[in-house]
């Protein structure tokens, strides 16, 4: 069985965004399996900034995508499972990459690991609009400007 690629993916394109000067962003798909505020989900989506000065101890393993932020000054720890994630993007440049939502189930999921708080600055960035990828036939990858 291969393994999936798409936290390697998403790594790569946070390291990119970072070398670049730019600030990584991620779309995330948001369900019941999602630990993010849900005051700024719209649409069961949220726009998170994880950038180094917004997101506290980000990590992207094989199946989760966890940090602590803050939002509106409270800390928050947050969970995202990898398939959930539908892009990342710089938020300068618009530049990135869209996947499918591969939604996590019970069959699936694995324990959520504990993590730190935050103390950094806000990872919601109320002024990015963005609209995600929309599903092709392609499975996998689609390029996000």
């Not at 069985?1 to 390291?15: C, E, G, Q």
């Amino acid at each position: 069985m291969s393994k999936n690629t798409k936290p390697y993916i998403l790594r790569a394109l946070y390291d990119w965004a970072i070398d670049s000067g730019y600030t990584p962003h991620i779309v995330v798909w948001v369900n019941e399996k999602t630990q993010v505020p849900m005051q700024y989900v719209r649409d069961n989506e949220i726009v998170l900034n994880i950038g180094p000065t917004a997101a506290r101890n980000l990590m992207i393993d094989d199946e989760w995508v966890n940090f602590a932020a803050r939002f509106n000054g409270v800390s928050h720890d947050i969970w995202i499972p990898v398939g959930h994630v539908s892009s990342i993007f710089a938020r300068e440049s618009g530049e990135g990459m869209g996947f499918d939502v591969e939604p996590l189930t019970d069959e699936n999921s694995s324990n959520q690991p504990v993590s730190n708080s935050a103390d950094e600055t806000d990872a919601t960035d109320q002024s990015t609009q963005h609209t995600p990828a929309t599903s092709s036939n392609k499975k996998g990858l689609k390029i996000v400007k």
